[in-house]
């Protein structure tokens, strides 16, 4: 299985543009994309990430891992985004140690959910 990287392309980031390529998501897509997804990540545009005030956004997902929403992200942040992506897909569990995730990782995390596969009982 692979890694997707899904990039929130309709981020406003609480400005205002006329023209929809230029918003803050649908640039840091074209950022991720022309820099190249690394081994065992796909990079995937969606049209809302449901996380409007605190865009851009990206997500962090695989089968049985789990997933991650990120925000407050720049086009700037590519190469740290695609390392951080790098090193969820290198996990078996999507739990990256805090040290290895960069620091915008570390920061700009809106969400942590859980895999399907967990037991949908409360631990005791």
Known sequence: MSTTLYVCTTCKADEVH?????????????????????????????????????G?????????????VYGRLSAEDAADILQGAAAYAATDDGLVTWRERPVIFRKQSLARIPPFTLPKEPAA
Do not use: F, M, N
């Not at 991720?32 to 605190?54: F, H, M, R, W």
């Open 18 to 54: 006329e023209d929809d390529a230029q918003r803050p998501g649908a640039v840091l897509h074209r950022a991720l994309t022309a820099a190249g997804a690394p081994e065992g990540v796909e990079i995937v545009g969606v049209e809302c990430l449901s996380a409007c005030k605190q």
């Open 56 to 68: 851009a956004a990206v997500a962090l997902s695989e089968p049985g891992k789990w997933t991650y």
